[in-house]
């Protein structure tokens, strides 16, 4: 194992003598970059055997063969989740057991072997509990849970990698979007992200570094994001470049479905879930262009993001606005989410999991 890479000069720090509970971090400026931790988890395993137990190491630099899989032909999955600290001292997660189901389903596309729901959900307690403290305090941020499941193994035609490696790290982190008004989205018309058929309804590795560019050239043209357009119509809305949409019209709350190209995000499915309680009809439908532009509002959720307002979006020469602010759904239901994340109110659902021993 190489030794623990130092942290970034870049990253703030506290100019006082930091508390023992907490990492130097000045928790005031965190934003989502990465801030590296002190460990982090790995096991590895055959195709087609199970994983070993796993250890937590010092965060570094891992060797890996030239000819693997990962390398070679993007065979590899990640996840993304976040850990919290309440103000009564413990440290939860948020269905930590969807990630370990995605991260399965994911693997069976991909011809890879995958841990057990069990060792997931284990592996991502060992990991937090190591790096405790930081995980921010209330308020200030969380603690986003990074796992990798990658083919290690040297491969030179194609096919599964012969060995994986299950692997977490960890970093605090502050809001995505920095900026404290809505997503400025522009619709894509000239570039796909996902085909019937494909990896776009599981968390590919090779799934992102073809949104990179048209991410940039939406960034350029001053806008937040870009919003991705179907492969077989151009005609219906798909993905955020990092996370799923919703419109609203009166009573009705619309998103896209999951049929294979857009990814079943966890935070997606629970906002779902929490604006069925409060009333709302939510439908998961082809949801068109046409119908975007006739909303009366807009969000997107996501583990990073967790729920965001759309503020505007342009499609060609026609720029639309929506509704935000305290009266807008999306501000409600982001409350609602997180009141629960941050254990302010009681978790009637049973969404979170408390990691045990974390106790000060």
């Not at 942290?7 to 506290?14: C, K």
């Not at 503020?311 to 609602?336: N, Q």
Request: hydrophobic share 35%; glycine share 8%; proline share 6%.
């Amino acid at each position: 194992m190489a030794p623990s890479v130092p942290h970034s000069s870049s990253v703030p720090l506290l100019t006082s003598e930091a508390n023992e509970k907490y990492a130097n971090v000045n928790w005031e400026e965190l934003g989502f970059s990465l801030i590296p931790t002190d460990y982090m988890y790995m096991s590895k395993c055959k195709q087609g055997e199970s994983f070993s137990e796993g250890e937590i190491v010092p965060y570094g630099d891992i060797p890996i063969s030239p000819c693997a899989g990962i390398l070679n032909y993007g065979q590899g999955l990640f996840e993304g989740l976040k850990a919290y600290r309440t103000e009564d001292g413990r440290i939860t997660l948020f269905r930590p057991d969807q990630n370990a189901f995605r991260m399965q389903t994911g693997a069976d596309r991909l011809c890879m072997t995958s841990p057990s729901s069990d060792q997931f959900v284990q592996a991502v307690k060992k990991t937090v509990l190591a790096n405790k403290k930081w995980v921010p305090p209330p308020g200030k941020g969380s603690l986003y849970i990074r796992p990798l499941l990658i083919g290690t193994g040297a491969v030179l035609g194609i096919a599964s990698a012969p060995e994986y490696t299950f692997l977490i790290y960890v970093s605090p982190v502050g809001n995505y979007h920095t900026a404290s008004s809505g997503l400025n989205l522009i619709v894509d018309h000239t570039y796909r992200r996902a085909h019937t058929g494909g990896t776009g309804g599981v968390k590919s590795c090779t799934n992102y570094s073809p949104v990179v560019k048209p991410l940039f050239e939406a960034k350029s043209s001053g806008f937040s994001d870009i919003l991705f357009l179907d492969a077989a119509t151009g005609r219906n809305i798909e993905e955020v470049s990092t996370c799923n949409i919703f419109i609203t019209k009166g009573n009705i709350v619309s998103t896209p479905p999951t049929s294979g190209t857009i990814l079943p995000g966890i935070t997606r499915k629970s906002i779902s879930e929490l604006a069925s309680d409060i009333g709302y009809q939510v439908q998961e439908r082809d949801v068109s262009v046409e119908e975007l532009l006739e909303a009366e509002e807009v969000f997107c959720t996501g583990t990073a993001m967790v729920v965001k307002a759309v503020e505007t979006v342009t499609f060609h020469d026609k720029k639309i606005k929506y509704r935000t602010g305290e009266e807008a759904l999306s501000t409600k239901l982001h409350l609602m989410l997180t009141n629960i994340q941050m254990g302010i109110v009681e978790d009637k659902k049973s969404w979170m999991v408390e990691i045990n021993g974390c106790d000060e």
